[in-house]
């Protein structure tokens, strides 16, 4: 049986001077938390989802460092663009070049039946920070969601779906949007995020079961710098 764990946010910055605990004492060696619980849960045939804000880097030379920790890590991985992921320039530089590692964009990722599909995501519309130059990026990554369920019901192997983001899909004031539409169209199960940080954020958070799809936050933060397991998977 294949387990599939989620975390996000690493915010891994090996090359650079960027210490995460100015963020507070939580942070304080934040990488060795996850790497100690990392070792002691994943196996080889795991997959462990890094659902963005990966690594602090400006440009791939930055962040070669931080992506070659990850591989060195047990398990597969699908690692999801987050909004500070500037070095996250070109899928054709990055894809392929980690012997463990397989980023989503545009694409889908198959673990015996189950597809992991997914998309940065976006500010979401009726929220308050929404501004009309939101619109068409928002549209964009709606349409590489719709992009990915749609390679993945096109696959013969997929019986049922995961969606993996970086920002939240839905908010207590935007409940119904083009990325839950996309994702109940689809019969999506569990669906992953990250990038929410305080706690006021998270007390607001959808979690659980709402809509017929189960809602994991994993910002690592939120989980004390603990995987979350989310699913299994039969190795028939």
């Known amino acids: 049986m294949r387990k599939i764990f989620a975390i996000a946010d690493l915010h ?30 994943v196996g080889a045939e795991d997959v462990v989802i890094v659902a963005g804000d990966i690594s602090w880097g400006m440009r791939l030379e930055e962040s070669l460092v931080d992506l070659e920790w990850i591989d060195a890590l047990p398990g597969r991985k699908v690692l999801v663009k ?35 599909c997914g998309t940065r995501g976006w ?9 009309p ?42 409940p119904d949007n083009g990325f839950v539409q996309a994702m109940k169209e689809h019969d ?20 659980g079961q709402h809509q017929g799809m189960v809602f994991h936050l994993v910002a690592c933060d939120f989980l004390n710098f603990r995987l979350k397991e989310i699913a299994h998977v039969s190795e028939r």
């Open 188 to 207: 999506v199960q569990d669906v992953v995020y990250g990038h929410l940080h305080d706690r006021e954020s998270w007390n607001q958070a959808i979690l």
């Open 12 to 41: 891994l910055g090996f090359s650079l001077d960027k210490p995460m605990e100015i963020f507070g004492e939580a942070w304080i060696r934040h990488h060795q938390k996850i790497k100690e619980d990392w070792l002691s849960r």
């Open 123 to 131: 500010l979401l519309p009726t929220t308050e920070e929404y501004r």
């Open 133 to 174: 130059e939101d619109e068409k990026i928002y549209r964009r990554e709606v349409m590489r969601l719709e992009r990915s369920l749609l390679l993945a019901k096109e696959d013969p192997r997929i019986k049922r779906k995961m969606v993996a983001m970086h920002y939240p899909p839905l908010s207590k004031y935007s």
């Open 82 to 116: 987050g909004n500070h992921d500037y070095w996250w320039q070109s899928l054709s530089q990055i894809q392929g070049r980690f012997d463990t590692i397989h980023f989503l964009y545009n694409n889908m990722y198959a673990v015996g039946d189950l597809a992991i």
